[in-house]
């Protein structure tokens, strides 16, 4: 039987990505009820996917008896009340990242899952990219050798505007940091393994707002490589959002991503096996296989899990994991000293 969904904060993202492009497609997932506060906008979605259940108020999703699993896509500082009602509710939880508003807040959140001995995930989609699974093959064969440094870049314009919770540190904890900040900082844990210790210098260098609007965050991996991240509200003139990694051996670089779309690009620069000899260093395009939609596959994870009964692939630990580096990364912003982060496991 497919997992049966109920989606809250059904407007926004949940509308234009995460349900047609997640769950509705998912082999193993049924879209079952959505929920918001605006009764005009999720009579809307309701209706744009076949007119299922709509509710304006979580509680009564979390009641409804169909829904098995609830995906929260609502802002930041309403993770850990949702989390709590729909754990209480029985329902396993898959949950936007970031996991919550700090540390104290995600520890709540897989302690009180557990006892409920429900599920909770932490959406961090870039883990499936098809683009990204490849690089991180790539880096896990060898083929580029020993990893030295690696960079992900996520920026764009983002000026004032009423009304946005990612701008409003009591709704959204902070700015790109937070955002998508969390993102590269988790994908480079993803590609290169558990980081040790970072630096981050963050300011609010352009836009009118009470958050950073940039943010460039360094980070020492326990492999010995080092890693940069660079995520910005301020740059007009923004770059294809790249991730880079030098090897002793080789370099790639991908194009077009990190973002919301499951496309892209990945090119290496590499020397032939057994050679040292840098003027045979060849440049191309790898190929990918890009009908692998992200955001399918994460919810089919999920479900995965569900039916068989095993930890999601990305938990709420790993949600925790990267609280605790978004945690550190304002903190040596704040102190303006390297921040040792706890291993993981």
Not at 144 to 153: D, F, K, N, S
């Amino acid at each position: 039987m497919p997992v049966g969904w109920g989606v809250v904060g059904a407007s926004g993202f949940a509308k234009y990505r995460a349900i047609p492009e997640g769950i509705l497609p998912a082999k193993n997932g049924k879209l079952i009820a959505v929920m918001n506060t605006n009764e005009e906008r999720v009579r809307a979605v309701s209706e744009t996917f076949g007119g299922v259940r709509y509710y304006l108020n979580s509680e009564e999703l979390y009641r409804d008896a169909e829904v098995e699993a609830v995906y929260i896509c609502t802002p930041h500082n309403s993770h850990l009340p949702e989390v709590m009602k729909a754990a209480e509710h029985g329902k396993h939880i898959f949950c936007e990242k970031p996991l919550a508003m700090n540390e104290k807040e995600a520890e709540k959140m897989v302690r009180t899952c557990r006892e409920h001995n429900v599920k909770l995930g932490t959406a961090l989609m870039l883990r499936f990219h098809p683009v990204h699974l490849k690089l991180k093959s790539m880096i896990d064969q060898g083929m580029l050798g020993e990893i030295v440094t690696a960079r992900v870049q996520f920026a764009w314009w983002y000026p004032p505007t009423e009304g946005a919770w990612r701008q409003d540190p009591k709704i959204g904890g902070g700015g790109p940091l937070m955002d998508v900040g969390s993102h590269a900082m988790d994908l480079l844990e993803f590609l290169l393994g558990p980081a040790t210790d970072l630096s981050c210098f963050a300011d609010t260098l352009v836009q009118d707002f009470l958050v950073e609007d940039t943010a460039v965050i360094t980070l020492k991996f326990e492999c010995g490589a080092v890693g940069v991240v660079d995520t910005h509200f301020c740059t007009p003139a923004t770059s294809s959002r790249p991730v880079e990694v030098f090897g002793s051996r080789g370099y790639a670089y991908t194009t077009g991503s990190v973002g919301q779309s499951s496309k892209g690009a990945l090119v290496a620069r590499k020397l032939p096996e057994g050679s040292e000899d840098l003027s045979q260093m060849t440049e191309a395009e790898v190929p990918l296989d890009l009908d692998q939609n992200m955001y399918q596959a994460e919810f089919e994870a999920f479900g995965e899990a569900i039916e068989s009964n095993t930890e999601p692939p990305v938990n709420g630990e790993v949600g925790l994991r990267n609280m605790k580096l978004i945690t550190a990364a304002y903190q040596s912003a704040r102190t303006g000293r390297i921040v040792s982060v706890e291993a993981k496991g």
